[in-house]
């Protein structure tokens, strides 16, 4: 079975500062990995994906994730953040479960909170 | 383009009766997940569907869940004699099935189920 750790609740930074939420991941094979942002009251936004290739990802927003395979981590970054950065984040991990189908399997979520 | 179309974004029932939450993938779309999430907690995968057809119903409660997505109209989640603990956030998402590995799967903004 698949799992995703986010060992991070909340995330505080200030504004202007790099930000990193933290990620963990369990799958058998070869994993693939997202990352989703959740605004209050609103569905989830895609932020970026790590299928195969390239370790370090670049994404939507300013945010890039570097997948590490020797640490099964996959922790999402930006340089500087914003505060309309503070948002809900969730980590995915997504292998083909059968027929095609590749449900996706979040991590609790990290809430993030950029400080003026 | 629209995005993922749910509806109602809210919903109010009483213990016993039926709920019925509407989702319309975005335009070219034909694969759907409904994921279900629950108070301060991520999103759990219930069931995948394709045009007509369940594809992994593996998230699904044995009694009480089922789904559709029909030739024609949005794909239905349907849940009968509701409990409190239904009391959840339902997320619909599409995606187009592209081959060869895992597609970006577009989130509607979701439906909140409130049993009373």
């Known amino acids: 079975a698949q799992s995703v750790a986010q060992p991070e609740d909340q995330v505080n930074v200030a504004e202007g500062n790099p930000l990193t939420v933290k990620c963990t991941y369990s799958?058998?094979?070869?994993?693939?990995l997202f990352w989703y942002v959740q605004y209050p009251n609103r569905g989830l936004q895609f932020l970026l994906k790590y299928i195969t290739g390239d370790n370090l990802v670049k994404g939507s927003y300013g945010f890039e994730a570097e997948f590490n395979k020797s640490q099964t981590s996959f922790h999402l970054k930006k340089p500087s953040a914003l505060v309309s950065d503070s948002a809900l984040y969730f980590c995915a991990v997504s292998k083909d479960s059968g027929a095609g189908s590749y449900q996706l399997t979040f991590g609790k979520g990290t809430k993030l909170s950029v400080i003026p | 383009n629209a995005g993922v179309m749910q509806n109602p974004r809210h919903l109010v029932r009483r213990r016993g009766q039926e709920a019925r939450l509407r989702c319309s993938p975005m335009k070219g779309h034909s694969h759907v997940y409904w994921y279900r999430q629950l108070p301060e907690e991520g999103l759990k995968f219930m069931v995948y569907?394709?045009?007509?057809?369940?594809?992994?119903e593996s998230g699904m409660p044995k009694e009480r869940f089922s789904a559709e997505f029909p030739k024609e109209g949005p794909s239905i989640l349907r849940i009968q004699q509701v409990v409190r603990g239904d009391s959840a956030a339902y997320f619909c998402?599409?995606?187009?099935?592209?081959?060869?590995?895992?597609?970006?799967?577009?989130f509607g903004p979701g439906t909140r189920l409130t049993v009373l």
């Open positions: 569907l394709q045009k007509e057809n369940i594809i992994d």
């Open positions: 799958v058998s094979g070869n994993p693939y």
């Open positions: 998402a599409s995606s187009p099935g592209l081959a060869g590995g895992p597609d970006e799967q577009f």
